[in-house]
């Protein structure tokens, strides 16, 4: 099954979050991958991102997953799901400011709900792994760039040069440049 045409009213409906057409129509989210009930509380969607589904079943199929916020399917998402989907919008989104009610809007649960299971599935806060995603980048940038600290800085999410030094020494036990030249080492020994 296909997704249907998106009209100006199914649009409103959405935005309004309108109860009234909970059993008309599901919404999925292409940018998500989660679909949702009209009344969905979650923060509106781009438009180009939506595609609308006659039932919960067409939206499945589709390969899209049921929105932890409106349970479209009268189901909850399994945990460990849910935060897999959270880990992938962190790998794909560590660039920007991420916060939990980021999180919570772009993965459709109550930032505290969020927060607590994370943290109960991975062993690590949402921040700290959002911190190690950045650090892991950084890593990459340090070794098979010539970028300055600043620019990877900026590059990995983190615009306050100062923060990013102290952050990548408590993480590495090295700041950047200490990193770099152990690196630069490594190679140079192996040539």
Not at 26 to 49: D, H, L, M, Q, W
Not at 114 to 130: A, D, S
């Amino acid at each position: 099954m296909s997704s249907k045409p998106l009209t100006e009213e199914k649009w409103q409906a959405i935005l309004n979050n309108d109860a009234n057409y909970n059993q008309q129509f599901f919404y999925a989210v292409k940018s998500t991958g989660i679909f949702c009930k009209p009344s969905c509380k979650s923060r509106p969607p781009k438009k180009e991102n939506v595609l609308i589904f006659q039932n919960a079943e067409e939206a499945l199929s589709a390969n899209f997953r049921p929105c932890k916020r409106c349970k479209p399917t009268g189901e909850r998402l399994p945990d460990q799901e849910w935060v897999v989907q959270i880990k992938n919008y962190i790998d794909q989104n560590y660039t920007g400011r991420l916060t939990l009610e980021t999180l919570a809007d772009a993965c459709h649960g109550s930032p505290y709900h969020l927060h607590r299971t994370f943290k109960r599935i991975t062993r690590v806060t949402p921040l700290e792994y959002i911190q190690q995603t950045r650090i892991n980048r950084a890593r990459k940038y340090l070794i098979h760039s010539n970028k300055t600290i600043s620019e990877i800085a900026l590059l990995v999410g983190l615009p306050n040069t100062p923060y990013f030094i102290t952050l990548f020494k408590k993480k590495t036990g090295l700041t950047p440049v200490e990193y770099r030249n152990k690196e630069v080492e490594k190679r140079e020994f192996k040539d």
